[in-house]
């Protein structure tokens, strides 16, 4: 079935470092993809999303790009803030379903 | 949040016993879903409703069932429960749902519930 592969970490950066979080996709079709943060206690939000090839999704300073070529869907944020730190994970729509696929996360901590 | 409450937010409970769990929306959402999130698996899709009395199994249904008597009650019910249930589970809603949510609804999520089975 459809799936997302992500880095599973944990990582830890300092502050102002530069972040990328691999995720790619296996699936049927051409899939709707999604970056979903969740911060300590919380539960899960929307942080950026993609519904074509080429499309780039951007929130918050992140961006990920819908590349179609590498089945790739990439995170990435320029300059990370100790308030980054939270559980990144990919997801996916499975292709005429209402079913949303995640990956397994990924831990960030961004020290100071 | 996106109006989703979910109850108890804690619990423990003993092997065999029957527990339940509550999500209640007050956004008028079509779409409900649980999740369960252990470490190593991410979030797992358990069951999901499409409208009252309607719903489905997800990936990970054995030892649950569900029931959606209104628009905004999503009930998750663990018959007799074990300890791999032990988890974190996670409410969520959308307006609109199939290909056609991306677009426009992305998943909404409550705080969710830590469940403990002894």
């Known amino acids: 079935g459809d799936s997302g592969t992500q880095m599973e970490g944990p990582v830890t950066l300092s502050e102002e470092a530069f972040l990328t979080i691999n995720c790619t996709y296996t699936a049927t079709g051409y899939p709707s993809l999604f970056w979903y943060v969740q911060y300590p206690g919380e539960g899960l939000q929307l942080l950026l999303k993609?519904?074509?090839?080429?499309d780039k999704g951007s929130n918050k300073g992140f961006e990920a790009t819908y590349r179609k070529e590498t089945t790739s869907f990439h995170l990435e944020k320029g300059s990370v803030q100790v308030s980054d730190s939270a559980v990144y994970f990919c997801?996916?729509?499975?292709?005429?379903?209402?079913?949303?696929?995640f990956g397994k996360g990924m831990k960030l901590t961004v020290n100071p | 949040d996106a109006g989703i409450t979910q109850s108890p937010r804690h619990k423990v409970t003993e092997t065999g016993t029957p527990v339940t769990l509550r999500c209640h929306q007050t956004e008028n959402h079509r779409y409900m879903y649980w999740y369960r999130q252990d470490p190593g698996h991410g979030l797992r899709l358990i069951h999901y409703?499409?409208?009252?009395?309607?719903?489905d199994k997800g990936e990970v249904s054995d030892g649950y069932s569900v029931s959606r008597s209104k628009t905004e009650d999503f009930l998750l019910t663990l018959e007799s429960a074990t300890s791999s249930q032990t988890s974190v589970y996670f409410c969520?809603?959308?307006?609109?749902?199939?290909?056609?949510?991306?677009?426009?609804?992305?998943?909404?999520f409550g705080n969710g519930t830590r469940l403990t089975v002894t």
């Open positions: 993609a519904t074509k090839a080429d």
């Open positions: 969520a809603i959308s307006e609109i749902g199939g290909m056609r949510r991306q677009d426009n609804s992305p998943l909404h």
């Open positions: 997801a996916l729509t499975q292709g005429g379903s209402e079913k949303l696929v």
């Open positions: 409703s499409y409208g009252v009395k309607d719903t």
